[in-house]
């Protein structure tokens, strides 16, 4: 059974450009979540996606912005990059189930994306 | 509103001494807390997690945390460090409901000394 997988795994872009992030989800699983991780810092929430739709969201500026697929497989799309976009991009599945379950999340390796 | 607070940021210990990571956290209401390590360049490993069940939860490579209410900690313990053990540990608090908030500890760097 795969679990989360991300690619690429590592990125290299210029302040200014776009880029996309992938994510396919642990089998199973329906709800995708994004999240930042700066050098020597914990995550950062981005966005939660569930059936196809953005459902809650961190603190972070429009140019972040996501999809998720039918097939639950999700995209972090960040515009006008700057440098301080640096960091480890973590995607992380989950099922939906039902809050008395509470199930965890299970995280992919990251995208070590770099801002030059 | 929820929040998280790993009170170190480093911890240094002996191989076969204990370790003790400390977390607190603040939650409006019952939430679920996990403790995640990474290893150098690797995602996040989920160690144990709690959620409303038995207090004391007991992780894989032997990790446990209490769960403790009238503290609002949750601190992560093992008897005996091993040198695989050196990595970033986070403490995570979930507020479940119709969407789950996560929010993350800044993480504990533990060393391992042989």
């Known amino acids: 059974d795969a679990g989360v997988t991300q690619s690429p795994t590592h990125l290299i872009k210029t302040r200014g450009q776009q880029v996309t992030l992938r994510c396919s989800p642990k089998s199973g699983h329906d709800t995708v979540s994004w999240y930042q991780q700066a050098l020597g810092q914990g995550p950062q929430f981005i966005f939660q996606?569930?059936?196809?739709?953005?459902?809650q969201r961190g603190n972070f500026p429009d140019r972040f912005s996501g999809h998720q697929f039918p097939n639950y497989s999700s995209e972090l799309n960040v515009n006008a990059l700057l440098l301080g976009d640096s960091a480890l991009y973590l995607c992380?599945?989950?099922?939906?189930?039902?809050?008395?379950?509470?199930?965890?999340?299970?995280f992919g390796p990251g995208t070590r994306l770099t801002v030059t | 509103a929820q929040s998280v607070t790993q009170l170190d940021s480093h911890v240094s210990v002996s191989e076969g001494t204990p370790v003790l990571l400390r977390c607190n956290y603040s939650s409006s209401y019952s939430p679920s807390l996990f403790w995640y390590v990474q290893h150098p360049n690797k995602g996040l490993q989920l160690l144990l997690k709690?959620?409303?069940?038995?207090?004391l939860v007991k992780g894989i490579n032997g990790f446990e945390a209490e769960f403790k209410k009238s503290e609002t900690s949750f601190h992560l313990t093992k008897p005996s460090a091993h040198m695989s053990d050196a990595a970033e540990y986070f403490c995570?608090?979930?507020?479940?409901?119709?969407?789950?908030?996560?929010?993350f500890g800044t993480g504990t760097k533990l060393q391992v000394i042989p």
């Open positions: 995570v608090v979930r507020l479940d409901g119709g969407y789950q908030k996560v929010t």
């Open positions: 996606y569930y059936e196809e739709e953005e459902r």
């Open positions: 992380a599945s989950s099922p939906r189930g039902r809050a008395v379950y509470r199930p965890e999340q299970y």
């Open positions: 709690y959620t409303s069940a038995a207090t």
